[in-house]
């Protein structure tokens, strides 16, 4: 059986969400860039791999510097997949496991954000099953493959 038949990757990219699915995309995957590039770059005030490497290991996340290095590899070329529209639901399973994760370091605190809570992993979760279930939508990378598989 051939898994990366023409089907196949058909169903994995093919959408009828419309263009609302960009308005998930787009702003999400600036966000989730934005907090990859923290841990993988130490960019806008992030610390780097080996800080956030660290900080991970001290909450159980073991081995912390790998542990560090997927979480922010998810977010990073998740968001950007997001953004692009590029392979949609393989980067939102992604990061919807991530986010899964993210929220077991929060959900003792509570709902709310001000008291270090999940709410913030939560919406991001939900948007990315959103996406997972409804693809990237008419305005997306996906959608332009697609229209090549069928030509």
């Known amino acids: 059986m051939n898994v990366l038949s023409a089907t196949n990757i058909k169903a ?3 959408s009828k969400a419309g263009y609302a699915a960009t308005l998930l995309r787009v702003p999400v995957g600036l966000v989730l860039m934005a907090h990859g590039s923290q841990k993988l770059f130490g960019w806008m005030g992030g610390y780097g791999l080996e800080g956030t490497g660290q ?3 001290s909450v159980g996340f073991e081995p912390g510097y790998l542990m560090a290095l997927m979480a922010g590899s998810a977010e990073f070329f998740g968001g950007l997949a997001l953004v692009l529209g590029l392979l949609t639901r393989p980067a939102a399973l992604v990061l919807t496991f991530m986010l899964a994760m993210a929220m077991t370091l929060h959900v003792g605190n509570g709902l709310f954000m001000s008291n270090n809570g999940y709410e913030y992993a939560l ?3 939900v948007v990315s099953l959103a996406l997972l279930v409804q693809g990237g939508g008419k305005f997306s990378l996906d ?3 697609v ?3 069928n030509s």
């Open 123 to 125: 919406t991001l979760l």
């Open 143 to 145: 959608q332009i493959l």
């Open 147 to 149: 229209s090549k598989i």
């Open 12 to 14: 994995i990219l093919a």
């Open 55 to 57: 900080w991970m290991a």
